[in-house]
T-cell receptor, first 112, second 110 residues
Framework: DGGITQSPKYLFRKEGQNVTLSCEQN?????MYWYRQDPGQGLRLIYY???????QKGDIAEGYSVSREKKESFPLTVTSAQKNPTAFYLC???????????FGPGTRLLVL | EDQVTQSPEALRLQEGESSSLNCSYT??????LFWYRQDPGKGPEFLFT???AGEEKEKERLKATLTKKESFLHITAPKPEDSATYLC???????????FGRGTSLIVHP
């Protein structure tokens, strides 16, 4: 089945620790996105990538980093510099010639 | 700057009680308006994309419509399984990044 997978479903971070969230898609989509979702707020863009080996910061990139070494994969690292990382993280992808984004199932990050 | 406002924030319906959710938007050159359904603890599920005023799309009990200033998601004879948060987003101009509204939380009571 084609789709977007995110892992893990739940992730616990200790203070001062870097953690990496996985996002993989087999839809052959060129563009991939990372959003953060907090209760009562809309989706906020962290990073996005239009092609392999290229990515741009979104509205709230501070404390996060990404890589795009393969078309299928767009991992997000939450660094120790992100002081309030507790949130629901969503990965999305899109075909270049289409406007619609499709989302993965999400990862909930909690701080111990 | 693109803006999207969804109303109401929350809506409670009885099973079978039809209603509409509103998405008002301000953009410079609409390329697409999107509706998603999101269940608690899950990622948004794509429902519809609308491209131009007057366009309508339907799926089961849901019907989305679009004008130059807003979109409506009409829910006909809703069932409890329609309970979810419904998100609206717009894409404008040459942007690759949609602007999302904060969503409408719908609860349908049996």
């Amino acid at each position: 089945d084609g789709g977007i997978t995110q892992s893990p479903k739940y992730l616990f971070r200790k203070e001062g620790q870097n953690v990496t969230l996985s996002c993989e898609q087999n839809l052959n989509h060129d563009a991939m996105y990372w959003y953060r979702q907090d209760p009562g707020q809309g989706l906020r863009l962290i990073y996005y990538s239009q092609i392999v080996n290229d990515f741009q910061k979104g509205d709230i990139a501070e404390g996060y980093s990404v890589s795009r070494e393969k078309k299928e994969s767009f991992p997000l690292t939450v660094t120790s510099a992100q002081k309030n990382p507790t949130a629901f993280y969503l990965c999305a992808s899109r075909r270049t010639e289409q406007e619609t984004q499709y989302f993965g199932p999400g990862t909930r990050l909690l701080v111990l | 700057e693109d803006q999207v406002t969804q109303s109401p924030e929350a809506l409670r319906l009885q099973e079978g009680e039809s209603s509409s959710l509103n998405c008002s938007y301000t953009v410079s050159g609409l390329r697409g308006l999107f509706w998603y359904r999101q269940d608690p603890g899950k990622g948004p599920e794509f429902l519809f994309t609308l491209y131009s005023a007057g366009e309508e799309k339907e799926k089961e009990r849901l019907k989305a419509t679009l004008t130059k200033k807003e979109s409506f998601l009409h829910i006909t004879a809703p069932k409890p399984e329609d309970s979810a948060t419904y998100l609206c987003a717009v894409l404008s101009g040459g942007s690759y990044i949609p602007t999302f509204g904060r969503g409408t939380s719908l609860i349908v009571h049996p």
